[in-house]
């Protein structure tokens, strides 16, 4: 796992627009990545950022590349803190902990748990609508499913497009990658 591909894969999450990305990599020596993820982790925390493995299955890993602020905050509403009352997280006092829920529940199943949009930073609405509908009769797809306002979710889904091409592009012109994540 390189710094490009968690550039081309989290922009908006190190430009400090969304809360967290999630995307999967190849792997050969499981030791080897965690000494990436350990290096890759001391350039971002000063940044505001985390990133953790998730899951490791089949010889590839499932990364997750984050804002703890952001996590925070989005899990202090009280219609995210229903969502994972319904899903098991009642225990969790903290975003730490609901994280660490999450493994688990990634771990238990072949499936993404539905909440899974909430650690994203998801609209609400699109995260109810998600698990409601069972993942069927979304109004339109990008980044995620949308059950909620269409345009928005649009405008957003371009909004992230657009930091991505300038962030592969900026890197592709010699920027650092510590100075490509954002602060905060």
């Known amino acids: 796992m390189s710094e490009e591909m968690i ?9 400090r627009l969304k809360t967290g990305n999630m995307f999967s990599c190849a792997f050969d020596d499981e030791e080897e990545l965690k000494n990436q993820l350990r290096r ?8 505001g950022l985390r990133v ?13 590349v984050y804002r703890p602020s952001h ?6 509403n009280s219609t995210a803190q229903s969502i994972l009352d319904q899903r098991g997280y009642g225990r969790c006092r ?3 902990q609901c994280v660490v829920h999450l493994i688990k529940r990634i771990g238990e199943s072949e499936d993404f748990p539905h909440e899974i949009g909430l650690f994203l930073g998801y609209p609400l609405e699109d995260v109810c609508g998600f698990i409601e509908n069972k993942a069927c009769n979304c109004k339109c797809t990008g980044c995620w499913k949308v059950y909620g ?5 649009q405008k ?9 091409d300038i962030y592969c592009s900026r890197w592709a ?7 490509l994540a954002v602060a905060g």
Do not use: Q
């Not at 890759?40 to 940044?47: D, M, S």
């Not at 306002?149 to 979710?153: G, I, L, Q, T």
């Open 71 to 76: 996590l925070r905050r989005d899990l202090e």
């Open 94 to 96: 903290s975003a730490e």
């Open 173 to 179: 012109e010699g920027g650092s990658f510590e100075r």
């Open 156 to 164: 957003l889904f371009e909004k992230y497009k657009k930091c991505t």
């Open 149 to 153: 306002d269409e345009k928005s979710a």
């Open 52 to 64: 953790l493995p998730l899951r490791w299955r089949d010889g590839r890993v499932l990364i997750y």
């Open 40 to 47: 890759i982790n001391k350039v971002l925390v000063k940044k």
């Open 7 to 15: 550039l081309r894969h989290c922009a908006p999450t190190l430009a």
